[in-house]
């Protein structure tokens, strides 16, 4: 799913340099992804994917009640991303997301291309 162009990925947290960041609404929207068809992946290819990821990550639990955003995404479903950062006291929202990456410098959490990102690794 990553391609060569973001398989280095795994390696980065599977090596501890970061740790990726899900929550329940963040999981959910994972397993419909992986289940795109655009994605041609078969059963065993989504849990290869899951097992390479889930190890890795902290889960973090987002308040009951969610606090009002400074600003708000185009796609209010990726609102749940902000407030995942900010429970999670992230670095980065990393993405390739147009909608988040709208918000670079007006959310309270900095949201980065992978590519910039990469840049850190360097």
């Known amino acids: ?12 947290w599977a090596n501890g340099s970061v740790t990726p960041l899900i929550c329940r609404e963040t999981a959910g929207e994972l397993l419909e992804v992986l289940n795109y ?31 009002d955003l400074p600003a708000a995404c185009r ?18 929202l990393v993405t390739s997301d147009r909608d988040l990456l709208a918000l670079q410098g007006a959310a309270p959490v900095r949201i980065v291309t992978v590519e910039a990102w990469r840049g850190f690794f360097r």
């Open 37 to 67: 068809r655009k994605f041609k992946l078969d059963p065993a290819r989504r849990a290869a994917l899951l097992e390479d990821f889930m190890p890795y990550a902290e889960i973090v639990l987002l308040p009951d009640v969610l606090p």
């Open 1 to 12: 799913m990553f391609g060569r162009g973001l398989a280095w990925l795994r390696g980065v």
């Open 75 to 92: 796609d209010a479903d990726d609102d749940v991303f902000i407030h995942l950062a900010l429970a999670g006291q992230a670095d980065f």
